[in-house]
């Protein structure tokens, strides 16, 4: 759908991609506008419990769009289900990122130099993940930051949800801060976040009940 209004009135709804469907365009998280224009979406495909991630590029604002291969990655080492749901960002001009939610106990990543045409294989970070949503953004300093749940475990705790922080484009991650704790069974999840100037906000499900909302300066 399409608002000329600043959102008071909508277009009619239409597919994304015409008779698709396999899920294109932002699967979970938001897409990005890298800085030679193109829209970078995405995307992933959950299909009899195999999971596969791509990047759906879109070079005239988002009229037509084209998809990546799947990315590749060695079934051995990341076992299970696969990558879904990455979060991208981009370090300097056509040089582009993600990280990905895994069924490896940890969160996964590929690197771009092409402006998300392509991508390397996929490869483990030593971040903890237990299979559960993530989303980051990169502030205006470079600055990266995560939200996450941090047990390492597949399929384990979606509890605490946690931000990290990188100044070193994802190479580490120093600083950590639990959001919320929460006890035994309790889940936040699905977290989304964006930044304003030096401030993150962000939600997160609450227990399947509810939408958390949280925002800081990240100094």
């Not at 008071?8 to 994304?16: D, F, I, R, V």
């Not at 990315?71 to 299970?80: A, E, K, V």
């Not at 237990?130 to 399929?155: A, C, E, F, M």
Request: charged share 25%; proline share 6%.
């Amino acid at each position: 759908m399409i608002s000329k209004d600043n959102g008071t009135t909508w277009s009619a709804p239409k597919e994304l991609v015409a008779g698709d469907r396999g899920g294109r365009g932002p699967v979970k998280n938001k897409l990005i506008v890298l800085s030679n224009g193109t829209w970078l979406a995405p995307a992933s495909n959950e299909l009899k419990g195999v999971w596969n991630a791509f990047v759906d590029r879109s070079e005239d604002s988002g009229q037509t769009w084209k998809s990546t291969p799947f990315l590749t990655f060695n079934r051995d080492s990341i076992p299970g289900e696969g990558v879904i749901q990455p979060t991208l960002w981009e370090s300097s001009p056509g040089k582009v990122h993600m990280l990905l939610r895994s069924s490896a106990g940890v969160i996964c990543r590929s690197d771009s130099e092409d402006y998300g045409k392509t991508w390397s294989p996929v490869y483990k970070t030593n971040l903890p993940n237990p299979n559960s949503g993530i989303d980051l953004t990169r502030l205006d300093n470079g600055i990266l930051v995560l939200v996450y749940n941090r047990d390492g475990k597949n399929w384990g705790n979606r509890r605490p949800v946690s931000i990290a922080l990188s100044n070193d484009n994802g190479k580490t991650w120093p600083v950590i801060k639990d959001i919320e704790t929460g006890q035994q069974g309790d889940e936040f999840s699905y977290p989304a976040i964006i930044h304003y100037d030096d401030t993150v906000a962000l939600t997160y499900t609450w227990k399947r009940q509810r939408i958390a909302f949280w925002k800081a300066k990240i100094l």
